[in-house]
Structure formats: structure tokens, C-alpha cells
């Protein structure tokens, strides 16, 4: 297709959808705290930012270990109860060898080019995303604020999100 | 008169035919302004493109041309990787981060 791009009237210009994303949301429900399953809330919450959409996370339970600053850095993956990997399983349980899943692991996502954990937070919530962490999953595991990290915006309950997040789609994770 | 080709969406096709004039009625179409700021991103998408072979990601822009992410959102408001691609004359990006 070709276009004229000197009159004053443009012929074809994209839709950059601004005004049917105003208004939209995305609640992330983010409840695992392996290093694989960290991952995809992370991705999705990052391309619905990009696409100018209101992106709330919730981290609760083992996703707690996302946003929990001891934990953040050293998430773990292991081929234990994967059968994705196609390895025998019995492999997964020898002695090493989630660490060494987890290097190789975190060496992929290195190589494209994609952040690890902390820094992932810290684009999402630079792109205007809120980090939300689960009352029970601190009182649970005694936690407050200064054990998360910085960017979490608050301990609220299920429903404080929930309210939040009103008339959002909602992924759980 | 000067023709580009685009597609269907109105993304340029050809890189070549690209000029700074062209990204400034571009960026005008889509209600932006071009400032210093927004030259270093475009300037920066167009040099990396040729050599990375697609267009970069907002994460590339920002590490890469060193411009905080929060400013990208500033500068190209809404969807900035695919407003900034729109007036760099590159196709949207396919990275997903």
C-alpha cells in the first residue's frame, strides 16, 4: 500500500486504541514463587502497560517470595513435578541439580534479554504498574513492609483488592 | 509530492523511505510533539534497527539509549513502543519485553 503523506488530511493513521484502553484494567493475581512461574504474570503485566492499560499485581502465598527482598533474587526453578522438561524425574531429585535448572534457567532468560526478577519489578512499576502484597500471606509467614520490597505500594486483603481492581480482567497465577 | 509505502495499519514499510520531516508530520498525526527528548528515542530506534534487524522494545530504548522508562511514557503517551516504532518509520516491535 502506498500512502501520500503531504496533504493535510492523513489518509492512513493507526488506531492506537487510546481511548478503548482508557478505562481498561488487568488484575495479576501472582501465587507461585518458583523462578518459572514468576515469570509470566511479570510478562503480561509489562505488555499490558505497554498497551496504556491499568495494571494491578497481587502477590499472595508462595508469590510472596516476588516481592519479598531476602527471597526476590534467588527464586529457584526445579524440574521436580515437570514433566515439560522431559526428563526422567528421578533426575530432578539428585543432589544440585534444582540449582543447576535454576542457573541454566535464569541463563536463558538473561540471553533474550529479559530482566531478572527485582529488575522486572522495577520496570513494571516505572511503567506505572501497582504491587499489591496479601495481608494473610504476611501475617502468615511475619512480614511487614520493611521486609518487602520498596515499591510495594501496600498489605491489603483480598478484598481491599478486590475493590481495587474493580471491573478488571483478572489472571491468576 | 512524496508517496511511502505503509501497511495496512499505517506503519511505514520501507525503511529508506524514512526522513526526520516525514517522522514530524508522522508524530503530528498522532498528536505528539517532537522534542529533543523524543529525537534521542526515534534517533536511537532507527540507528538500532538496521543492525539488531527489528525494532527495539521500550526495555532496549531504555537501557540501551539511556531513557528512564517512565520518560517513554511521558514522551509517547498511551502505547509508547508502538507510537514510538509509528514515527521511527519502523514496524511495531515483536519483543515481548
Excluded at chain 1, 535464569?106 to 527485582?118: C, E, S, Y
Excluded at chain 1, 520498596?150 to 483480598?158: F, L, N, P, R, T
Aim: proline share 5%.
Amino acid at each position: 500500500m502506498t500512502t501520500d503523506m503531504t496533504t493535510a488530511i492523513p489518509q492512513v493513521v493507526p488506531d492506537f486504541g487510546d481511548e478503548a484502553t482508557e478505562g481498561r484494567k488487568l488484575a495479576i493475581i501472582c501465587s507461585k514463587g518458583n523462578l518459572d512461574m514468576a515469570y509470566p504474570g511479570l510478562i503480561l503485566a509489562n505488555a499490558a502497560l505497554g498497551e496504556g492499560v491499568e495494571t494491578h499485581l497481587f502477590f499472595t502465598f508462595w508469590g510472596f517470595d516476588m516481592i519479598t527482598r531476602s527471597r526476590m533474587h534467588d527464586l529457584k526453578f526445579t524440574m521436580l513435578g515437570n514433566t515439560a522438561t522431559h526428563l526422567p524425574q528421578g533426575l530432578g531429585g539428585l543432589p544440585g541439580m534444582t540449582a543447576m535448572a535454576t542457573h541454566q534457567m535464569k541463563k536463558q532468560i538473561h540471553d533474550i534479554g529479559v530482566p531478572d526478577v527485582p529488575e522486572f519489578l522495577e520496570q513494571i512499576v516505572a511503567s506505572g504498574g501497582h504491587l499489591w502484597a496479601c495481608r494473610m500471606s504476611a501475617d502468615m509467614m511475619h512480614l511487614d513492609e520493611s521486609d518487602l520490597y520498596d515499591d510495594v505500594e501496600g498489605i491489603i486483603s483480598a478484598a481491599d483488592f478486590i475493590e481495587k481492581t474493580e471491573g478488571a480482567q483478572l489472571l491468576f497465577i | 509530492m512524496t508517496t511511502v509505502h505503509v501497511d495496512a495499519e499505517g506503519f511505514m514499510t520501507e525503511y529508506g523511505e524514512w526522513t526526520e520531516e516525514l517522522a514530524a508530520e508522522l508524530a503530528a498525526r498522532i498528536g505528539i510533539e517532537l522534542t529533543d527528548e523524543h529525537w534521542k528515542a526515534i534517533r536511537f530506534l532507527r540507528e538500532d534497527y538496521p543492525t539488531h534487524g527489528e525494532t527495539a522494545t521500550l526495555r532496549r530504548v531504555s537501557t540501551l539509549a539511556g531513557i528512564p522508562i517512565k520518560q517513554l511514557f511521558v514522551l509517547f503517551p498511551g502505547k509508547p513502543a508502538k507510537k514510538m516504532a509509528y514515527v521511527a518509520g519502523l514496524p511495531k516491535p515483536r519483543g515481548c519485553v
